[in-house]
């Protein structure tokens, strides 16, 4: 095993502390032999912990406090969220959890798009991830496919990291802009979305396209229906592409219905503001923690593109209803852009008025 050995020389005295990654083929049973720790520990585990050891995935860092080489406590991540912390206590040991703390850092990135996007903004932050981000952020606005030789771009944000290695980042700003748009984005830490400096969304209230598509085999429509061969409505749009393709929710909402529906297959069923309701049916299958009740975010994947039901390739079938009719997924697209009104915009303004003064960010 690889040992990352970190001394946090004010917080030791006897102690000492390793951090170690957790292996390819290494299990929970035999960390506990390793230590020398009891079985019972794993054994009094309730059900859904037990499942989260027995699935912790390699590269996890984890932490062992020793005294004088004497097992002291264990902190194990077991999500983005939770981490199993083992104490050893006279001769008993306890086993509970706990919540990761993470370091935050703000940081800043001034880049100027010499070569493209993800090249420049690679070699100024080092992060991958600083790109996607962005571009999920503005993918309403720009083609990034374009985007010309030139444009600068400032980004603020904040790095999530744990031992040095960064777990997440979240974009507080964002400026993109060369001779023909300057555009803005700011995260309203209220909501969670980013809107420009008239409190306006950078996107609608839903995405353009709840899949990745190959093509568009059936459009909203009257069509001859290929298996009942008989003429008939169709209430959606039916998009092609691989099984297993990530399907996403196309706006902020609950799950209303997730389970098979006659004809459509395996279905999820999305219930959003202002009367709409979209559906993805032919599913071939659901992501962990998608149930009835769920309330999802905007691009949250929902389901994988399938075949069940009545289909007769795979494909996902979209629909979306306003007021209890089939309406053309098309028709709701780039509209219904969100603008915040009253407290929410108040809010919005204070907040982002001291966030520009705090960080000297030159407006248009
Ligand atoms: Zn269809």
Not at 84 to 109: E, G, H, S
Request: aromatic content about 14%; proline content about 4%; charged content about 25%.
């Amino acid at each position: 095993m690889k040992k990352l050995i970190f001394l946090i020389p004010f917080l030791l005295f006897a102690y000492k502390v390793d951090i170690k990654k957790w292996d390819k083929h290494y299990t929970f049973y035999q960390f506990l032999k390793d230590y020398k720790l009891p079985l019972k520990i794993y054994y009094n585990l309730n059900t859904k912990v037990k499942r989260e050891v027995r699935h912790i995935p390699a590269g996890t860092l984890y932490f062992i406090l020793k005294d004088n080489n004497n097992f002291k406590q264990a902190l194990i991540p077991l999500n983005s969220k939770n981490q199993l912390q083992i104490i050893k206590k006279n001769n008993n040991y306890i086993a509970k959890i706990v919540p990761i703390i993470y370091d935050t850092t703000q940081k800043k990135a001034s880049i100027t798009i010499h070569k493209y996007l993800s090249y420049d903004i690679y070699k100024a932050t080092g992060s991958n991830l600083l790109t996607r981000k962005l571009i999920n952020i503005f993918s309403d606005k720009i083609n990034f496919k374009t985007i010309p030789k030139n444009t600068k771009i400032n980004i603020i944000y904040e790095e999530k990291s744990r031992f040095g290695q960064v777990k997440d980042i979240k974009i507080l700003f964002a400026s993109i802009q060369n001779r023909f748009y300057h555009y803005m984005a700011f995260l309203n830490p209220k909501d969670g979305r980013y809107y420009d400096e008239h409190a306006k969304s950078l996107k609608g209230m839903f995405l353009t396209t709840p899949v990745r598509y190959k093509r568009i085999s059936s459009r909203f429509g009257l069509r001859f229906h290929p298996i009942l061969h008989k003429w008939r409505m169709h209430d959606g749009i039916d998009y092609v592409n691989r099984i297993g393709t990530p399907v996403h929710a196309v706006a902020d909402g609950k799950i209303i219905y997730k389970g098979w529906m006659k004809g459509y297959g395996r279905v999820v069923k999305i219930k959003h503001k202002n009367g709409y309701i979209t559906l993805y049916a032919h599913l071939h299958g659901w992501p962990r923690g998608i149930y009835n009740g769920k309330w999802v975010k905007q691009g949250q994947t929902i389901g994988y593109l399938g075949n069940s039901g009545l289909s007769t390739g795979p494909h996902l079938h979209f629909g979306v209803m306003h007021y209890g009719k089939w309406i053309n997924p098309t028709k709701i697209r780039k509209s219904s852009k969100i603008t915040l009104w009253g407290k929410a915009r108040r809010e919005y303004f204070s907040y982002i008025k001291k966030f520009i003064k705090d960080n000297n960010i030159a407006l248009k």
